[in-house]
């Protein structure tokens, strides 16, 4: 049920930090390994996806540091992992920015999560996220601006 629930999300949200493809299929399958293995309880089913992202998140950061992989990611992808149209130009701009934008300006823009809420996922404080939305929307105003030329 959770796979089926938050497989594409999860999926999305590792490739736009791993950027790979296969490295994302495994830090999603890694991360329900994790989930199946522990078998956590959950108060509700946003405390589940939180606990996911969580994991994900993690796994990947682990296989960014251990794996030092740069590789590139094809975009034409987008459109096969569930995000909109509307939104597929918002997430290339996303792809663009660093690397410690990039996940709370995913989880932001895409998945619609609030400064805190974002904090409590990533464990990162309320006021580094506000601050890094704030540099990564500079970026991203930027990096819009640009592709309009």
Sequence with gaps: MAVEKYGTMLFRLC????????DAEDAVQDTYIKYLTK???FNDSEHEKAWLIRVAT???KNM?????????????????IGVSETD??????IMS????????????????YTASEISAITGVNADAVRKRMQNGRKLLKKTLEEAEL
Excluded: W
Aim: charged share 30%.
């Design 15 to 22: 490739l736009t930090l791993v950027k790979d493809y296969d």
């Design 39 to 41: 078998a956590p309880q």
């Design 58 to 60: 993690n796994i990947c």
């Design 64 to 80: 960014i540091r251990f794996r030092k992989r740069n590789s590139s990611l094809c975009l034409e992808e987008i459109g096969e």
């Design 88 to 93: 597929s130009g918002i997430f290339e701009a």
């Design 97 to 112: 920015l660093p690397a410690k934008y990039k996940l709370v300006m995913d989880l932001h823009y895409i998945e619609g």
